[in-house]
């Protein structure tokens, strides 16, 4: 058998030694290229997650009236992320992107790896929109200077929106939008209810952009938008019952409570709150995962709840949700 040489430092070893390296260097090769492909991002399961959460004032340091997040608040904000096991997650009142790092590598520390991460610095230069994941950014669309007028003035929306498209695997993908809507608490520039009206029209405008260019868009617009769902913002942002309007998901806890019952009214009754809020000593639900008609079809709606877990105030005065999807367009 005639000697196969791959360099001039094998021109002196026998054929048969010489063929027998020659195999063993293209197993590794296979070896390795099998490793690296199952290990890709772009390698994934049939389904992935998506999660969203507001992790209240995830700071690195004290701004203004807003504290320092303490050690067990981080503790339980990590559980909290870990428990849902997301694939991507957007965070709300996220601090600067020092702060969005050390969350993202206390993750890896514990488990969970998001390599991908997303930072939008807004008007409000304290508390950020962010978005975390596992699968490549593919592209980045970030709105960090949008604004409308309200009564002869002109304001701009405090903190931005997060846009990118993501690739969970070769022959999927989807668009993420995230967002953090004025907070009801009123401020003397203006009526908060009115402020939060504008920055949903402004959201609404940007999601039929995406929806005239490709009707059939998988789009996800998620975050915490500060009211409920019967509101006039809300009522904007999901934009009717039209091909351009979106799908609430209205995740509810995985309590016992069987949430498959036919009859509406009880299953309207599953607990779905999110929030916490100390003033009124009320708890609603005022943060959404919506889809589009695109990705719709591809929604698990079984593997789709807003966590519960002991101590959850520890974290955050909101329980963070998450949907499942199947990476497959339908």
Request: hydrophobic letters at 40%.
């Amino acid at each position: 058998m005639p000697s196969i040489r791959f360099s001039a430092l094998t021109a002196s070893v026998p054929a048969d030694i010489t063929f027998g390296m020659g195999c063993l260097f293209l197993r590794c090769i296979v070896i390795i290229s099998a490793w690296l492909f199952l290990h890709s991002p772009l390698f994934a399961a049939d389904t992935f997650r998506v999660a969203c959460y507001n992790v209240e004032n995830y700071l690195d340091e004290k701004t203004g009236t807003r504290p320092l997040k303490t050690d067990a608040a981080k503790a339980k904000i990590r559980e909290s992320i870990c428990a849902l096991k997301p694939d991507v997650i957007a965070l709300e009142e996220m601090g600067s992107t020092n702060a969005l790092l050390e969350l993202q590598g206390s993750l890896k520390s514990e488990g969970l790896d998001l390599p991908y991460w997303e930072h939008v610095a807004g008007f409000d230069t304290n508390i950020h929109v962010a978005v975390l994941s596992k699968f490549p950014f593919t592209a980045h669309h970030p709105h960090t200077n949008d604004a409308f007028l309200l009564n002869g003035r002109r304001f701009q929306v405090s903190r931005g929106f997060a846009e990118v498209d993501i690739q969970p695997t070769t022959n999927y993908s989807f668009t993420l939008i995230a967002a953090h809507l004025k907070s009801r608490r009123q401020i003397a520039a203006a009526d908060e209810s009115e402020l939060r009206l504008e920055e949903a029209k402004v959201l609404r405008e940007i999601i039929d952009a995406r929806l005239a260019a490709n009707p059939n868009l998988n789009l996800i617009v998620l975050g915490d938008f500060n009211d409920l769902h019967d509101s006039a913002p809300i009522k904007t942002i999901l934009g009717g019952r039209s091909k351009k309007g979106l799908i609430d998901t209205r995740p509810a806890e995985r309590n016992g409570d069987d949430h498959s019952h036919t009859d509406r009214r009880v299953a309207s009754r599953n607990i779905t709150w999110t929030h916490f809020y100390a003033k009124e000593d009320t708890y609603s639900r005022v943060d959404y995962i919506l889809l589009s008609h695109g990705i719709a079809r591809e929604w698990n709606t079984n593997e789709s709840y807003v966590l519960s877990i002991p101590n959850w105030g520890t974290g955050s005065d909101h329980r963070p949700l998450v949907a499942s999807f199947t990476a497959q367009d339908k």
